[in-house]
């Protein structure tokens, strides 16, 4: 079964510039939802999803929030995979390093347009998909 972590950054590109952006992140929900794939996250992410929402309230962002907790497991981690992320992407880049760790232990791919990524993606660490790329990707299933 096929997991998806959506990083903070998409969150807020939907927030910020309602319209075409949110309905991506929409699709993605709903593409994710009706093949029977999971989203996952850890407690940071929750956390940078709630910060983003209150800093742009709107409806937009109380929608996308609801959502997103809705169909977001939250996993605990085990530190073995924070070490080892932690090698890819700069430290002081710490709630990075945890979201590519929830990637890595869940066996995840992680869909963000931050560039942090790039190097563990690279290194087939974990499996990193741009927004458009998800889209793609997911259509296609």
Not at 12 to 28: C, E, N, Q, Y
Not at 130 to 137: G, K, L
Request: proline share 1%; glycine share 2%.
């Amino acid at each position: 079964m096929q997991q998806f972590l959506v990083d903070a950054n998409v969150f807020v590109a939907a927030i910020k510039s309602p319209g075409k952006k949110t309905r991506t992140l929409d699709l993605i929900i709903e593409l994710i939802s009706n093949q029977g794939i999971h989203l996952v996250g850890n407690e940071l992410l929750f956390l940078e999803f709630e910060k983003y929402a209150e800093k742009f309230k709107s409806e937009t962002a109380s929608h996308l929030l609801k959502r997103l907790r809705d169909k977001m497991k939250k996993v605990e981690l085990d530190d073995n995979y924070i070490k080892t992320c932690s090698k890819y992407i700069p430290k002081n880049e710490i709630v990075d390093i945890v979201h590519a760790a929830t990637c890595l232990q869940e066996k995840s791919i992680m869909i963000t347009n931050d560039k942090h990524f790039d190097k563990i993606s690279k290194e087939r660490v974990i499996e990193v998909w741009s927004t458009s790329m998800a889209i793609e990707n997911l259509l296609s299933s």
